[in-house]
């Protein structure tokens, strides 16, 4: 599996790439894969249904070297009114790349001093913002309904990924 | 059950939530996974090891395992209105509720052009027998020919607003809200939640689902957002 490495850097460095950029380098991205939901309510006949996963995502900022999981729990409806059925597959690709959108405005933005836990809970609001925007009735919170954690990691632990 | 007070309902919340004083998600102690550790299920964090934490837990586990008050709900309303179409959203574990969705389409009102997407629902309460309706609309205009995008896979013909909240049901939602009620109170023994009670914030409890907003009895008895349905 690939690691996911959310970094923070408090340089003075241009991020790069599309979206509101911050001062700050981020680097890291997590991929559809990394979103193993698991169905926690059934679907019936109409709207209904829900499957969720548990992230521990590593942060590590690239200045102190401090890092630290941000855990999120992320529940999508199985089917709702706008889209209908949702496949596990669109669910995953629509949370990856939300998640990387919402982290990278959250980071790019950190100011110097600021705690990762505060960090991760500004990333668990903004990305609850855009996602609901994309599938109406998604959540995104604290790990709360005790499934096993996905956790990336781990920078040493991955030398070459290159 | 007492009677249906603000003070009644902190009280009772505060069985399922602990205080937020002594857990703020801004102190949420953080997670240090070292290297072969990366499978610990058992991670929990502070505030989810008091005994508040495990009666909300326990309650979302029963209501996703006890699937019966739904069936009687869903078989009742579904032969009265056997032409509509009914959602259960259900965000097990972000919530403090459910919700019962019925779905109307109406023409615009004025003789516009497009239509109203009607939402009539009942939200409904985990943690006290307590349950209201209300409804959302959404309009959807058709979009002029000059800003479709017909090479896309995805060509959307209409755009849909934000949804609007009725907490107090419109006329033409009104029967279809009273029959809603009527099948919620036989299915799951609830009554109703005096609304004007919905905004009144609840003191220093830590909400699981809650990132960092104020809690209230709203979105610690129901959702968190319940302009926000599926």
Known sequence: ?????????TFGCAGAGAGPAGPNLVTGRISPAHFRFEQTVPKDKGPSGWRAVCIHA????????????????????????????????????IT????????????????????LAVLCLQFRQRYRELLRQKIAGAEVSACTSGLTPVIFDLSPAVPSLL | MSSM???????EARQFYPSLSKFPPQKDVPVIISPGQENRADFKLPFQE????????????????????????????????????????????????????LYLRRPQTNGREGFRFIRVAAAISLLAPLYFVYGTIQVATPIPPEERTPWKR???????????????????????ADMLAR??????????????????PVPDIRVPYLNGEQATLMNAFFLRDITGLI
Not at chain 1, 67 to 93: K, M, W, Y
Not at chain 1, 96 to 107: G, I
Not at chain 2, 154 to 176: G, I, K, N
Request: charged residues 20%; proline residues 8%.
């Open chain 2, 50 to 101: 008091t005994p508040e934490f495990q009666r909300w837990h326990d309650a979302w586990t029963r209501a996703v395992k006890e699937t019966e008050p739904w069936r009687v709900l869903l078989n009742g309303l579904r032969p009265r209105f056997p032409d509509l179409q009914f959602g259960s959203y259900t965000p097990a574990y972000m919530s403090g509720g459910y919700a019962c969705i």
């Open chain 2, 183 to 200: 099948h919620v109170e036989q299915a799951f023994d609830h009554r109703p939640f005096p609304l004007e009670l919905a905004d009144v």
């Open chain 1, 96 to 115: 990856a790349a939300w998640a990387n959108h919402a982290a990278y405005e959250v980071l790019s933005h950190a100011r110097p001093g600021e705690t």
């Open chain 2, 154 to 176: 995805h060509d959307p013909h209409e755009r849909f607003s934000a949804p609007e909240l009725f907490l107090q049901p419109t006329e033409e939602m009104q029967p279809y």
């Open chain 2, 5 to 11: 007070t603000a003070e009644w309902l902190m009280r």
């Open chain 1, 1 to 9: 599996m690939l690691a996911v490495i959310l970094a923070v850097g």
């Open chain 1, 58 to 93: 590593m942060m590590t900022n690239g200045d102190t070297g401090t890092r630290l999981a941000c855990a999120f729990e992320v529940g999508v409806p199985v089917r709702n009114r706008d889209r209908g059925e949702i496949s596990l597959e669109t669910a995953q690709l």
